[in-house]
């Protein structure tokens, strides 16, 4: 096992704060060649194919990234495609395998990307995706443009002409690190809800099997996600709350179309016509957890928890986050 191998491994299981940074921090050595092989292809290539970079929707599951997908996929300008859960898997085996030939480089990035969980509702094929990648020239050879295209697949596939791509994926909170190297002008949409109503909706949805389970994954997301943004510039972040999504959604839309650089002439339009996108969205119709975004939006999932937890439940729970309730406005 080589030595960039061995660095991976260790970090595959890290999370914000760990390895990870001094990971990337060895990014400019690999570059150089300071090891066994010689890197063909860089990081992030010469010449990109994007004049718009990638956004991403990150939060806690349970917090209203799908809806918030849906409003905005519904903009003729926008593609997201299906959660993506492999952003590091596939960084990582192209830098192991950035030595290669261009074909060779080519067939392991994608047997990657094709075994993620779940990549079977993007809809797209093989051939079509290596031949996005073919047209690559040399400058343009980089994993920020591989998966750039690969978006622009989606998009094709879709019938959609959109200008700006997205993502949500909400374990993308242990990813934004790799995320931020990939795409250092990406810019990140923090969709936050209650954590009680979060844990609360995780158990009654199956995803988690306890509330100590949902409260612990509710502030691991974000604490990750706010130290994140302690780190990057402010106009490369927004933060958003769920209430406000679902009790102010014109001018919630608003903020967020403002943020992406988009006009607000649409937005009413937006509103009224997501759930026309919930059929098509891929994993929204075959994920029963997803099946709230084809439902018109309302506020009768605030504040659930006062009603269905017990007093020791949420003790219980205001133990596990009680600071980053506090820190994020919830009494």
């Known amino acids: ?172 909170a242990y990813n934004l690190w790799w995320i931020n190297t990939v795409f250092p002008r990406a810019k990140f949409i923090h969709i936050v809800r209650d954590g009680r109503d979060v844990s609360l909706s995780y158990v009654k949805s199956g995803l988690e099997k306890n509330l100590d389970d949902a409260g612990l994954r509710w502030k691991n997301s974000v604490r990750l996600i706010s130290d994140f943004y302690n780190e990057i510039p402010a106009n490369r972040t927004l933060v958003l709350r769920y209430e406000d999504l679902v009790s102010q959604t014109i001018e919630t839309m608003e903020e967020v179309t403002a943020f992406l650089g988009l006009g607000q002439e649409r937005v009413e339009h937006m509103v009224a016509e997501y759930r026309s996108t919930y059929s098509s969205m891929g994993d929204t119709t075959q994920l029963k957890h997803h099946k709230n975004v084809s439902q018109p939006i309302t506020t009768k999932s605030i504040r659930k928890w006062a009603k269905e937890l017990t007093p020791n439940e949420k003790n219980q729970l205001e133990k596990i986050f009680l600071k980053e309730l506090k820190a994020f406005g919830y009494d």
């Open 1 to 172: 096992m080589n030595f960039l191998s061995r660095k991976i491994r260790r970090t595959r299981t890290t999370k914000y704060g760990t390895r990870v940074i001094p990971f990337f921090k060895r990014l400019n050595r690999l570059k150089r060649g300071d090891f066994a092989f010689r890197n063909r292809f860089p990081v992030k290539a010469s010449e990109n194919i994007y004049s718009t970079p990638p956004f991403f929707i990150v939060g806690s599951g349970r917090s209203g990234n799908t809806l918030l997908r849906a409003v905005l996929a519904t903009h003729e300008n926008i593609v997201i495609p299906p959660e993506f859960y492999g952003f590091f898997e596939v960084v990582a085996e192209y830098l192991e395998n950035r030595h290669l030939d261009w074909n060779g480089l080519k067939d392991i990035v994608w047997n990657r990307i094709s075994g993620i969980k779940d990549f079977d509702y993007w809809g797209i094929e093989e051939v079509e995706v290596k031949k996005s990648w073919e047209t690559l020239s040399m400058p343009q050879r980089g994993i920020d443009n591989m998966l750039y295209k690969l978006y622009e697949c989606y998009a094709s596939k879709q019938n959609e002409a959109g200008r700006i791509m997205g993502d949500k994926t909400p374990m993308n």
